[in-house]
Structures are given as C-alpha cells and as structure tokens.
C-alpha cells in the first residue's frame, strides 16, 4: 500500500518557485497591456492588477520594459554530423545562447545516421539534448528513405513521443524519389503531422557538380554554382504538386 503524498502549505513552499513581474507593459499577439504577472512553477497564474499572492514571492520590477512570450527558433542544427563535420554549437552552448536572446524553445532535426531508424534517431538525440538544454526543445524528425518500417516508425513517434513534424530531402544521397515523396506526405497528413522538405532537384545538382570539379572548382564557392535558383524552384514546384496531389487523392478516397 503506497504512503499518501502530503500537499506541502504553501507558505512553506520555496520561494523559488514563485515569481511575480510588477508594472510591465504585457505584449500579446492582439494587445499591450500595464500589469503584473504572477508564475508558480513556471506557469502563468494570474494577469492583472493587485494581484493577491503568496508571501515570499521573489518579485521583478519592470517598470518601463516589455514583457513578452519567449521566441521559438524551429530550426536549428546542434550536435549535427553531417558529411564528415560536425556543428560547432553542442545542445548546452546553443540553447544557452538562445536563452541569452529571448529565445525559450528551439526545435532541432533528429537526423539518422546510415542504417538507423527515425525512431532511434530520435532517442539518440534525446540522449545528447535532455542533460544539456537549458530551454524548452523538440525535435523533427529526418526520413532519410521510405518504407513500411518508416511509416511505423512515424505512427510511434507520433502516438507515444509527440512528434509532429517530418522533413524529407529531394537532393543528398539520401534523396526520395517522386512516390516516396507522395507517400511520406499522404500519411503525414493521416497522421496530422508536419512534412517539410529540402527542396532541391538533387539530379541536376550531381551533374552540375560533376562538371564544375572537370573544369577545377572544388572550392565552396562551387555549392552555390551548383544550386541555381531555378533548380531550387523546380523542386519547390514539384514538391507543391506531389503535396496537392496526394491531398487530392484522399480526398477522393
């Protein structure tokens, strides 16, 4: 038979945990507001004026200052092995130096290595972020090819971790092809989740590369050569179509 938790008096919880910002102005996505913010536990409670609260609340004036939601950086690449480099920025300094800007949530790519699953993938980077970040982070997940075992993945990423958001690569050697595109998105949208792709016609690149490093240009300034804009728009075109198309379809169904 388990003990009963006792609820412990409030005021003999740690202040610490109880923090009230005095005579800011409050932004919200509609309005600018003068008042007071009280935050138990890290969660907003009250919004107001004379706010009635705990004795020992740790308090900040911001008289004269913006009180404003803490931005969210969707897109960011710590800790990230890729062709044979390694970005600078591990999950500690990243998320420290967003902290330091007014950035609370990063969501960074859980990119699998060959012959890993998404699934794993996933856990891997859980293991180099959860003892690190010092804010708020997710994870999209990278779907470096298609198969039944990527789509359940998906499903169990998506039932029992919360992921929502997938991306796809049109170029690399680990590119899709036009169906794996058009299954990927369908059953993102069965599962109501995010497809994001890198949309480049990674065919044309390789050709263009090839002939670049016959003529000499092997420097970095040969990546952009290779990538013309109209080749990013080719691809961006095809991705919309296959995107509307498999919408199309389980519309039909």
Same mark, same amino acid.
């Given at each position: 038979?388990?003990?009963?938790?006792?609820?412990?008096?409030?005021?003999?919880?740690?202040?610490?945990?109880?923090?009230?910002?005095?005579?800011?102005?409050?932004?919200?996505?509609?309005?600018?507001?003068?008042?007071?913010?009280?935050?138990?536990?890290?969660?907003?409670?009250?919004?107001?004026?004379?706010?009635?609260?705990?004795?020992?609340?740790?308090?900040?004036?911001?008289?004269?200052?913006?009180?404003?939601?803490?931005?969210?950086?969707?897109?960011?690449?710590?800790?990230?092995?890729?062709?044979?480099?390694?970005?600078?920025?591990?999950?500690?300094?990243?998320?420290?130096?967003? #902290? +330091?800007? %007014?950035? &609370?949530?990063?969501?960074?790519?859980?990119?699998?290595? @060959?012959? /890993?699953?998404?699934?794993? *993938?996933?856990?891997?980077?859980?293991?180099?972020?959860?003892?690190?970040?010092?804010?708020?982070?997710?994870?999209?997940?990278?779907?470096?090819?298609?198969?039944?075992?990527?789509?359940?993945?998906?499903?169990?990423?998506?039932?029992?971790?919360?992921?929502?958001?997938?991306?796809?690569?049109?170029?690399?050697?680990?590119?899709?092809?036009?169906?794996?595109?058009?299954?990927?998105?369908?059953?993102?949208?069965?599962?109501?989740?995010?497809?994001?792709?890198?949309?480049?016609?990674?065919?044309?690149?390789?050709?263009?590369?090839?002939?670049? #490093? +016959?003529? %000499?240009? &092997?420097?970095?300034?040969?990546?952009?050569?290779?990538? @013309?804009? /109209?080749?990013?728009?080719? *691809?961006?075109?095809?991705?919309?179509?296959?995107?509307?198309?498999?919408?199309?379809?389980?519309?039909?169904?």
């Amino acid at each position: 038979m388990s003990t009963p938790v006792k609820k412990v008096p409030i005021h003999l919880q740690s202040s610490q945990t109880r923090l009230l910002i005095k005579n800011g102005k409050i932004v919200n996505e509609n309005e600018i507001t003068d008042g007071d913010i009280y935050i138990e536990d890290g969660v907003i409670k009250q919004l107001g004026r004379n706010l009635i609260i705990p004795g020992g609340t740790r308090t900040i004036d911001a008289r004269g200052r913006y009180v404003m939601p803490g931005g969210i950086d969707p897109h960011t690449h710590f800790e990230f092995e890729f062709m044979g480099t390694k970005s600078v920025d591990d999950f500690y300094h990243g998320t420290k130096a967003a #902290i +330091a800007g %007014g950035t &609370t949530t990063i969501i960074d790519f859980a990119f699998p290595k @060959p012959g /890993e699953s998404p699934l794993d *993938a996933y856990h891997t980077y859980r293991l180099k972020a959860d003892g690190k970040v010092c804010c708020d982070y997710g994870l999209h997940v990278c779907l470096t090819g298609w198969s039944d075992q990527v789509k359940k993945d998906m499903d169990l990423l998506c039932r029992d971790h919360g992921v929502n958001s997938f991306k796809l690569f049109m170029c690399y050697d680990f590119m899709v092809d036009d169906g794996e595109l058009y299954s990927a998105f369908e059953h993102c949208k069965n599962l109501g989740a995010i497809a994001q792709v890198h949309a480049e016609n990674g065919k044309i690149i390789i050709k263009n590369a090839e002939k670049l #490093i +016959a003529k %000499g240009v &092997t420097g970095p300034e040969g990546h952009e050569i290779s990538r @013309p804009e /109209e080749v990013e728009a080719e *691809a961006v075109n095809r991705a919309c179509v296959i995107a509307k198309q498999g919408h199309s379809s389980s519309n039909r169904q």
